[in-house]
């Protein structure tokens, strides 16, 4: 049972929810019973669904051979054989036939929910999805059918999977030559980070034991404290590394939790951990799915804040997870056993544990005067049309009437559709005086809630009626026209609502990969945005012009790694202008192309490339940086970092080039060289 001065730390939306998940309570028929199906090794019996195409066989290829136990696949239709396994047409039939444990999914996102769906009903134990741009109401559904039974875990969605080095299993796509057989455990968000953490736990000598893939999604079906409580209980783990960025809860979920843990337990695992998006553009979506803050969440720098005052030890680069644990592994007394055999040593120590954080707090994330953007963001005019159309009194604000806020978005903590209440309308106050009133995705917004909710904003009897017209007039569009946040200011007038400020976005993904909402998609209004972003998005790159005075630009594949690449920036003394993701399947023709964008930041002296190698490979980024400099006849001087896949080729690349490039393997060294040179310029 969590403390109750552990309980005082955490926001008051979070402490309803902390107690109960930690209780010592036997517990029957829930999710929560199925958090033990994480544990995967060489016993795990794995199917593939979409097993018969191009990216599943060459992934089962490389999995089989490395020792995962696949047992077979899916393939919708098909009968026979594959790679020598049996392919059946079901998931039903595959696990009669051939008792699974696992199942990862293989197909692309508008197939991604029918195939979740189909392994939940199927019973499978524990489903693997990859998949970016899944629909968030189709995570939505899912989760609400996750939510009635105690059978299936689901990892992802938009994650790279979980992988046992121990076990030699993997489900997923992480890069098997940064993995070594060890002791330390990781739990992260985003892929990019928490393959520099396995590269650097590897050279350290450490290794690991499971690193789960919680994903960049928006509603995350595994979270830090179901992979914690795993962790804890797992005898060939000694070390934990968390790794977290901006967007929802489950940071300071996981702090509360670790705080328990330590005072319960009399030789707690050590833990380190890094949080990304510490510089974020305030209220744009930074790569990730879900690497946005809606009202009510918690920024980077209080998720670091909770973290360090639970004992966690938060380091400001992935590369410094190798020395920070072997430090904290000798000072717990653990440093002598279960140690790895083999592995080379870092090729420096410079990593240290030294942790630079702003002095002053960021900006208040999301606010209703600020832009977000999920790439369907609408005009106010056009949200008031949307409102108005639903029987809403909504117009511009007169600048008479207290302002309140009312909003529908997504509960990442319960995993489904909530309304967010503040009384309070200035950005600081409307963030730390709301409230979330979750409601069931299925069975849509229930009345009995309406009296605490206004309550909480603080209207009198009177008004209930015209806020229930409110409430279900927002939750009506919401679940219709798929957004992911309605947030609207509102006054009071003559004993009625009267909605002032709308912001409504929009899921993207459901036009782009399913082709629905195609009305409110044709609401956008391009000239509304960037030139240089949507130019970007043309070619699938993830681009966001940071505002101020920054002078180094950077070209990062992996949205966890880009953000944080505009962090330690930070810490190092630069600024960077801007964040820029080229995508897990970046190309070299994607490298010239997000040089091209950039270039066009007249504020940029230098360009800092950032990359570690998963799915990218360092050769062909290599390629892209020479490809760049041809045709676009690079005046800049570029720093180049490459480590990971194909590493060793595209510095080889790189420094035989002949071309003013400053190629480095060790980020502090690349960024001090960035930063030198953005500064000579100025």
Not at 569 to 584: I, P, Q, S, Y
């Amino acid at each position: 049972m969590i403390r109750p001065q552990v309980l005082r730390g955490l926001p008051p939306n979070l402490r309803r929810r902390a107690h109960p998940s930690f209780s010592t309570s036997v517990r029957h028929n829930s999710y929560e019973d199925t958090i033990s199906n994480l544990r995967i090794g060489k016993h795990t019996r794995v199917i593939f669904q979409g097993f018969t195409g191009r990216q599943a066989t060459a992934n089962a290829k490389e999995s089989i051979h490395w020792g995962t136990n696949i047992v077979g696949g899916v393939t919708p239709g098909k009968n026979g054989e594959h790679l020598r396994l049996p392919v059946l047409p079901t998931v039903r039939q595959a696990m009669e036939e051939l008792k699974p444990d696992a199942t990862g999914i293989y197909v692309a996102a508008h197939q991604a929910p029918g195939a979740i769906e189909e392994a939940i009903e199927a019973e499978v134990p524990l489903v693997v999805a990859v998949a970016e741009h899944i629909p968030i109401h189709d995570m939505l559904r899912i989760h609400s059918m996750l939510r009635t039974q105690s059978k299936t875990r689901l990892v992802g969605a938009n994650a790279p999977g979980i992988i046992s080095a121990i076990g030699k299993c993997r489900i997923g796509f992480q890069p098997l030559q940064c993995f070594m057989p060890g002791r330390v455990g990781i739990v992260a968000k985003s892929g990019t980070l928490s393959y520099e953490a396995v590269a650097s736990t590897t050279r350290a000598g450490l290794g690991q034991s499971l690193c789960i893939g919680m994903g960049g999604d928006v509603l995350a079906g595994t979270n830090f404290v179901d992979a914690l409580k795993i962790f804890e209980h797992d005898n060939e783990t000694e070390g934990i590394i968390l790794i977290g960025e901006i967007g929802g809860e489950a940071e300071l979920e996981a702090a509360a939790w670790i705080e328990d843990y330590k005072k319960r337990s009399s030789n707690p695992k050590p833990i380190a951990a890094l949080i990304g998006g510490i510089h974020a553009a305030p209220g744009r979506v930074m790569g990730h799915a879900g690497a946005f803050t809606l009202p009510g969440e918690p920024d980077a720098l209080t998720k670091i804040k909770h973290l360090k005052d639970a004992g966690v030890t938060v380091v400001n680069h992935p590369a410094k997870f190798g020395d920070a644990m072997k430090v904290l592994l000798g000072n717990s007394g653990r440093a002598s056993t279960g140690a790895a055999t083999s592995g080379s040593s870092q090729r420096r120590t410079m990593h240290t544990m030294r942790r630079v954080r702003p002095a002053s707090k960021a900006p208040a994330p999301s606010s209703i005067a600020r832009v977000q953007k999920r790439n369907l963001y609408i005009r106010e005019n056009l949200a008031f049309d949307l409102l108005r159309e639903r029987g809403i009194n909504a117009s511009e604000y007169s600048g008479k009437g207290r302002k309140r806020m009312l909003a529908v978005a997504v509960d990442r903590a319960s995993l489904s559709p909530c309304i967010i209440a503040s009384p309070a309308s200035d950005p600081e106050s409307l963030h730390a005086e709301a409230k979330k009133f979750p409601f069931d995705y299925n069975k849509g917004f229930d009345t009995n809630q309406v009296p605490a909710i206004a309550e909480h904003l603080q209207l009198g009897q009177s008004s209930k009626e015209s806020l229930l017209k409110l409430i279900n007039g927002l939750v009506d569009l919401y679940m219709k026209k798929e957004a992911f946040l309605l947030e609207t200011m509102f006054v009071l007038r003559l004993g009625e609502l009267k909605v002032v400020r709308a912001r409504m976005g929009f899921d993207d993904a459901a036009f782009r990969s399913t082709k629905r909402q195609s009305d409110i998609h044709a609401l956008r209004r391009t000239e509304d945005e960037d030139a240089q972003e949507l130019e970007a998005e043309k070619d699938g790159i993830v681009y966001i012009k940071l505002a101020g005075d920054g002078n180094i630009g950077t070209l990062v594949n992996g949205a966890g790694l880009a953000m944080n690449t505009v962090d330690a920036l930070a810490d190092a003394g630069g600024k960077a202008a801007n964040f820029l993701d080229t995508g897990g399947k970046a190309t070299s023709e994607t490298v010239k192309k997000s040089f091209e964008v950039i270039l066009q930041d007249e504020r940029v002296k230098v360009i800092f490339v950032n990359i570690f190698g998963g799915l990218t490979l360092g050769d062909m980024i290599a390629n892209g940086v020479l490809l760049a400099f041809k045709e676009l006849e690079m005046r800049l001087p570029v720093v180049v970092r490459i480590r990971g896949t194909n590493e060793a080729e595209g510095q080889k690349i790189i420094a035989e080039s002949g071309l003013p490039l400053h190629a480095y393997d060790d980020f502090e060294e690349a960024a001090a060289k960035a930063i030198e040179l953005a500064n000579r310029s100025e």
